[in-house]
């Protein structure tokens, strides 16, 4: 045999004739289907003593507030940080203001956060939704979640995944890890105030 056939022969030996192993990986422990994801969504809207209609601020504690929750439902989670120049808009494609009347201002955050939980799906993928009831009536992919924050003279600059215990950020400009509870109340407790304050002065 010619060294061509040798080298063709050495080719056809080195690649397995069995079928590709699948490119999707198993979902993780933890993982729950889209419509516990929505129940669970749902639970945390509800929620009354989470400020989700304080658009300016309190994300970061929303979002630890939420990631324990679901702790306690025994749902993993983890957080979704994107920063830049972002514009969050409404249903009807205008822009968040804050108080929500024409004289309000028009909000514009330097980042935004909010957990993620994995949800399994029918073809055996997962993909990370955004629990982020301050934006939306249900979970979000992280590209949906991206683009309700993609308003005019938005900038998304970078979108970085984070374990629960990062409180403020965003992470990369130096992450700060919560010490207990009471930084999440004391911050919501703030925030509260100040909301109602601009919402009946």
Known sequence: MSWLGDLWDAVCNFFSPAPAASSVSACPAGAITPQRAQEVFNQLKARTDIPFNYPPDCCYARASVMCDAMKDMGIPS???????????????????????????QQVIWGYHVAPVVQ??????????????????????????????????????????????????GPPENGPEYESSSDNRKTAIDGHVKTRDAALNP
Not at 144 to 161: A, L, Y
């Open 119 to 168: 949800v399994a799906q029918p073809d055996g993928s997962c993909v990370p939704m955004v629990m982020d009831p301050s934006l939306s009536d249900r979970p979000l992919t992280v590209g949906e979640w991206n683009t309700i924050m993609s308003g005019p003279g938005s900038k998304i600059e970078k979108t970085v995944f984070t374990d629960p215990s990062v409180f403020y």
């Open 78 to 104: 983890s957080k979704v940080w994107t920063s830049g120049t972002l514009v969050p808009m409404k249903p009807d494609g205008t822009p968040v203001r804050f108080p929500p009347n024409p004289g309000g």
